[in-house]
């Protein structure tokens, strides 16, 4: 009864290390569907597609346009009025009467062309908050691509190392059916090997989200396409002197 006991004993610990298949993985999807450094989109394009489609822009664009108009209808004159009053007598008789009136009014003490100049500022303004919020959507655009761009490039690497574990995992298991390999050593493989696939459905969901929200920024559709060019490279350009850098600061500050 004890040599039956010891020899269960080992083939129990061989049937818990039998090395492991790997799980039938979902399809991946391939990251050419988020980068296309020929035709994709870069933030100079995604920027000027923002301002040309953004909503609050094209209403900004309105708001000018009906204050230009108001600048047109200061400049007009006030318009002439004619009054008519007619008197009849009932039953008819000698008793009646007609009057008319001619009203001109007269604009003085400059108040037409400070009428003027009241709505010529107030298409100032308007151009004016118009330039700043293009330049806060511009920087949003760039940040958000900027932050799309990341986390695609960063699935990009992350599948990198899915390649090169899965064939590290391959490798592993031949060894293990010829022998010369310990099962246990697949297993381990096999853990690594499902960590960054859980890794990479992590990031790809990422990816989709920040483009989702790059697609509704620059007032694109949800379900068009959208795919990014460019890199980080020589993303920082050197810095002008503080002279300099105050003048033009102090020159296009809205």
């Known amino acids: 009864a ?9 083939i129990a610990l061989a049937q818990t290390a039998a090395p492991q ?17 020929t035709n994709g989109m870069t933030a100079d394009e995604a920027v000027a597609y923002a301002v040309s489609h953004n909503a609050e822009l094209e209403a900004a664009r309105k708001e000018i346009d009906a204050a230009r108009a108001m600048v047109k209808q200061a400049r007009l004159r006030a318009n002439p009025m004619l009054e008519a009053e007619g ?8 008793d009646n009467s007609v009057m ?24 100032e303004v308007r151009e ?15 940040m958000k691509f900027g932050e799309s761009l990341a986390s695609a490039l960063k699935l990009s690497f992350i ?7 899965q064939q590290s995992f391959n490798l592993v298991a031949a060894r293990v059916v010829e022998g010369a390999t310990p ?53 920082i ?13 102090l020159r296009e500050r809205p």
């Open 2 to 10: 004890l040599i039956l006991l010891s020899l269960a004993r080992p």
């Open 21 to 37: 298949e790997p799980p039938a993985s979902p399809t991946q999807t391939p990251v050419s569907r988020y980068l296309d450094q």
């Open 87 to 94: 008197l009849r007598q009932f039953p008819p008789g000698r």
């Open 100 to 123: 008319a009136g001619v009203t001109l009014p007269l604009e003085r003490g400059g108040r037409r062309p400070a009428r003027i100049a009241v709505a010529e500022r107030e298409v």
């Open 128 to 142: 004016r908050e118009f330039a700043n919020r293009a330049r806060l959507l511009a920087a949003e655009v760039r």
């Open 159 to 165: 599948d990198q190392l899915v390649e090169a574990n």
């Open 183 to 235: 099962p246990l050593e697949q297993n381990m493989a096999l853990v690594e090997l499902n960590r960054l696939k859980s890794m990479r459905e992590t990031a790809e969901g990422k990816v989709e989200v920040a483009l989702l929200e790059l697609r509704n920024l620059i007032g694109m559709a949800p379900e068009q396409p959208l795919r990014l060019r460019g890199d980080f490279d020589h993303l």
């Open 237 to 249: 350009d050197q810095l002008p002197p503080v002279a300099e850098a105050s003048d033009q600061a």
